[in-house]
């Protein structure tokens, strides 16, 4: 009975993949609008193996039999090549088209053009990384999608390392984006990488420590591999594909060497279990030298496939024996299961996703990384922890064996205690005097980007008025002699700046106060005769006869707030300036524009370092006023705030205590 049950389930099976077969898959064309910013192609593409790699795409267009993907493509090592196929809504805009794979050799996208012909474009390993379309670790194109019907579009990969990779169209500004935030993750991945590895070089050559030593060439040899495989190695260095799966392929046999050496030792399997060592660590370096010589003389594939299922063998074995020892109480069998476990189950991950068996996945390409920084973190503290008690332990049996020379080792370590805090403490002031260095080096470079940005203004005002004498040669003489005034007062202007800002003592180091008792009317004009009188509506407690500042400073802050009014007002729409004196005798000044108004998101960064909103993009500026009317402000002792509501314009209203004191400084 449960035999005619399961032949009748059998036929039915079969029936249902006969018809399932015989009817073509029809995929909707891939639709995008402004609000996608990426899109995954793995349930909306087509795909066709070449076996042989020799179609063109003139045979796929006519005799391709493609079929629907319906997952990412993963095909592990394979000498086909495969082409993919995917049909585009027209969106009239540019697309980024991601194919996630650093190690592909050879991927061409072909494009249609408004003739009907196609456009090749090309990128991968075998072609120089220049004429890659994108600059990028990952082959990626760019879409040009026109036109009033679905494009397909075709894509060939090619790979002597292993087909596995995912299909992502990309906004432009999110790709961008995406990089940045990657190359960010990459660079704190890359540096711990090599603090780790010069951390413990030093670590080996002051303690000669054997497991410490084998560390070392374990660490690299992950470093090393870690780049290629992202491709990072080879956008640095321009290498070339052959001679980048070369190194990889290296770099992905020699562990069995190298890795399971470290193991044992970590394991202190040569006490527990001698016959074993003897046999297995030979094997494992016959095996691991046997295909990297494989694959340089260029069976890549065969020699990583093999490599790859050999230590996916060996991760069991010695996750078997960890197991087992730690049952026993071994206590380096309890550490490698914690150091090691989640890094094997990244590496079984990827290479499992390599071999073809599992897709291409956030968790896949990402699982070695992340898992190898964590073990490598993990087997820092444990190799430092281990010598360390190894140190204690030792230092403890000699001073239960040799009592006699108590007097001798305290002494002894005394010394050492000594020599290690002189040490510390030389380091602690190596580091300070780097510090005050870099401090002093970031406040210049600050300060002289200040003065630069400063200089505009008055160089602007000479080359307008340079210009406007070039072309009225015939003017008034009464309008040439305001001119040439204009330009003796913009010349004037730079050279106070320059005789203000650029002497020693303000170079030095620190940018302090120059404080003193200005008149406050004299203060006010000064400012305001550099801008259009016509558009700038002023209103000043009269109240106010003097003020305790720094009046270049000062002048600097209130030059910006107004520029900043006047640029982002309307031609014809009026600024409002005024002064007013505070029950506590601090002195408010209240810049108001008749502008469009600040988005709220953008309000708490106004007066970071370089932060430019959306509607300066298209306006001149470094980003560098509003950071420097805040630094002044803070200076000061006062403070600055703005209120702002779109559509209403904007208000700043910079507060300037009545006696400023010098304790502040201007630090980056």
Sequence with gaps: MIRRIAVTLLLLLTCCLSFANSKPVLVAPVSLDSHTVRHNLSQQVSWLKDAGGTLTLDDVRQHGNFTLLRRELSEGFTTAAIWLSFDVAPTHSTWILEVANALLDDVRLYSPQPDGSYLEQRSGEDFPRASWPVDYRNPAFQLHIDGDAPQRFY????????????????????????????????????????????????????????????????????????AISTGHLQRLTGLTGPASDILLGVMLCMPLAISNTFTLLQLELASVMPRFVRVYQPLTWFIGIVLSLLVIAGYFGTGVAIAQMAILVCIVVLVAIGVRLAWHGHRPARFFLFAFGFFYAAVALRMLRN??????????????????????????????????????????????????????????????????????????????????????????????????????????????????????????????????????????????????????????????????????????????????????????????????????????????????ALRHSPEDAPVQFSARKQVDGSVVFKIRDSGSGIPADEIPRLFQKYFRGRGALDKPGAGLGLYLVERIASLHGGHIAVNSQPGAGTQFSLFIPANAQDTNRLTP
């Design 355 to 564: 071999l073809g068996w599992l897709e291409p996945s956030l968790l896949t390409e990402y699982s070695v990384p992340v898992g190898a920084l964590l073990h490598m973190v993990v087997m820092s503290l444990g190799i430092t922890g281990q010598y360390n008690q190894i140190k204690r332990e030792k230092l403890s049996a000699q001073a239960a064996l040799n009592e006699s020379l108590e007097g001798q080792v305290l002494e002894r370590t005394s010394s050492l205690v000594d020599e290690i805090s002189r040490r510390e403490q030389s380091e602690n002031e190596v580091r300070q005097a780097l510090d005050v260095m870099v401090r002093a080096r970031q406040e210049q470079q600050d300060f002289v980007a200040m003065v630069s940005h400063e200089f505009r203004t008055p160089l602007a005002i000479i080359n307008t008025v340079a210009q406007q004498l070039a072309n009225n040669l015939d003017a008034p003489r009464e309008k040439s002699q305001q001119r040439c005034e204009d330009i003796r007062d913009s010349t004037r202007r730079m050279s106070d700046m320059m005789d203000e800002f650029l002497s020693f003592d303000r170079l030095g180091g620190e940018l302090s106060l120059n404080l003193h008792r200005v008149q406050f009317n004299e203060l006010l004009y000064a400012v305001t005769d550099e801008f259009d009188a016509n558009r700038l509506h002023t209103d000043f407690d009269e109240t106010i006869t003097e003020l305790s500042c720094d009046v270049q400073l000062l002048r600097v802050a209130l030059r910006n707030l107004l520029a900043n």
């Design 155 to 226: 894509l060939r990969i090619w790979a002597r390392n292993a087909m596995s990779t995912s299909i992502t169209l990309w906004q432009p500004d999110a790709f961008a984006n995406a990089t940045r935030d990657e190359a960010f993750n990459y660079g704190i991945f890359y540096g711990v990488y090599l603090l780790i590895l010069v951390f413990h070089l030093f670590f080996w050559i002051v303690t000669r420590e054997r497991l410490g030593g084998w560390y070392v060439p374990y660490v690299l040899l992950n470093f090393v591999g870690a």
